[in-house]
C-alpha cells in the first residue's frame, strides 16, 4: 500500500520561508506523479505543484513561480516544496498526493494516494 506523509508546515511571518517534504512509502511501478495541492478555508482545493517520478519535469501554478520549488530524493523517496517569499494568501493545508502515469498536471481526479496535509500559515 502506498502511503504519503507530508512533514514542515508551521506558522511564519510574510516574506519568510518554509520546507515541506512528503515521504513516500510502498512499491510504486512504472511512471508517476507527486503533486502539491492546498485549500483555504472556504476555498477549493488547487494544484499548487508537481513533479515527474524521474524529477525531469515539473510544473508550478502561476501564482507560485518563481517563489516555490519542487524536488525530489529519490534515494529517500521525498519530495519537497521549499516556499520562499510567503504571502498570507499561502495560508493553506498542503497535501502531496500520488498520481500514476507521466502526466504532470495537477488534475486532482487522477492523484490517487494522498497524504493527511500539513498547516501552513502565513501571518502579515
Known amino acids: 500500500e502506498v502511503q504519503l506523509v507530508e512533514s514542515g508546515g508551521g506558522l511564519v511571518q510574510a516574506g519568510g520561508s518554509l520546507r515541506l517534504s512528503c515521504a513516500v512509502s510502498g512499491f510504486i511501478f512504472g511512471d508517476y506523479a507527486i503533486g502539491w495541492f492546498r485549500q483555504a478555508p472556504g476555498s477549493e482545493r488547487e494544484g499548487v505543484s508537481c513533479i515527474s517520478s524521474s524529477g525531469g519535469r515539473t510544473y508550478y501554478t502561476d501564482s507560485v513561480k518563481g517563489r516555490f520549488t519542487i524536488s525530489s530524493d529519490n534515494a529517500k523517496k521525498t519530495v519537497y516544496l521549499q516556499m520562499n517569499s510567503l504571502e498570507p494568501e499561502d495560508t493553506a493545508a498542503y497535501y502531496c498526493?500520488?498520481?500514476?502515469?507521466?502526466?504532470?498536471?495537477?488534475?486532482?481526479?487522477?492523484?490517487?494516494?494522498w497524504g493527511q496535509g500539513t498547516q501552513v500559515t502565513v501571518s502579515s
Open positions: 498526493a500520488l498520481a500514476r502515469g507521466s502526466v504532470v498536471v495537477p488534475v486532482e481526479e487522477w492523484y490517487t494516494y
